[in-house]
């Protein structure tokens, strides 16, 4: 989405939430620890998955996440990986959905009486144009782990064997 990650989130699977550990305010159910929890272990069944994914308390953005299919890995790429995407993700701390769309009306009528607000705001912001450098990055780094860890792991066992 482009956000910065500097508010509260959390995943749901079913009736069990994961987050930041320490963080059960907020009226929300208790949360197990995310950075204790392996998302492999969550996806056992293959397909028909349904996580939600909370991010920012207060502007109350939810987002629907459905795992139709997993495939088998193909040989030579590293995943996570980036394969496509389209459009801008809202910009952070903008009101959530109604939020969004009323800075989107201002910015489009001049004679709205938010307008130069809104234009301000949204200063560069296309809605239109999907930054997929730090897409990238960010994926290619969790990629980078988990290969390390793979190879770790792969000495580990050729010690001992």
């Known amino acids: 989405m482009g956000w910065f990650g500097c ?3 959390a995943f749901a699977l079913g009736e069990q939430s994961y ?3 320490n963080l059960d305010d907020w009226r929300e159910p208790p949360r197990r620890d995310a950075t204790k ?5 969550l996806l056992r069944k293959k397909t028909g998955i349904e996580l939600v ?3 920012d308390f207060g502007d109350g953005w939810r ?5 139709n299919d997993i495939r088998q890995a193909e040989i030579g790429e590293s995943y996570p990986r980036y394969i496509a995407g389209e459009n801008a993700g809202p910009p952070e701390d903008c009101g959530g959905i109604p939020g969004f769309y009323h ?3 201002a910015r489009n009528d001049p004679k ?3 307008h130069a607000e809104a234009r301000e705001f949204l200063k560069e912001w296309d809605p ?3 930054d997929e450098l730090p897409i990238r990055i960010a994926l290619s780094r969790i990629a980078n782990r988990r290969n390390a860890a793979r190879k770790r792991l792969s000495k580990v066992t050729a010690k001992k064997n």
């Open 103 to 105: 800075l989107l009306e």
């Open 53 to 55: 994914y909370k991010y």
């Open 37 to 41: 929890t392996r998302l492999r272990n």
């Open 7 to 9: 508010h509260l989130w």
């Open 128 to 130: 239109e144009d999907i």
């Open 19 to 21: 987050g930041p550990p």
């Open 63 to 67: 987002h629907r996440l459905v795992l």
């Open 112 to 114: 709205h009486p938010n």
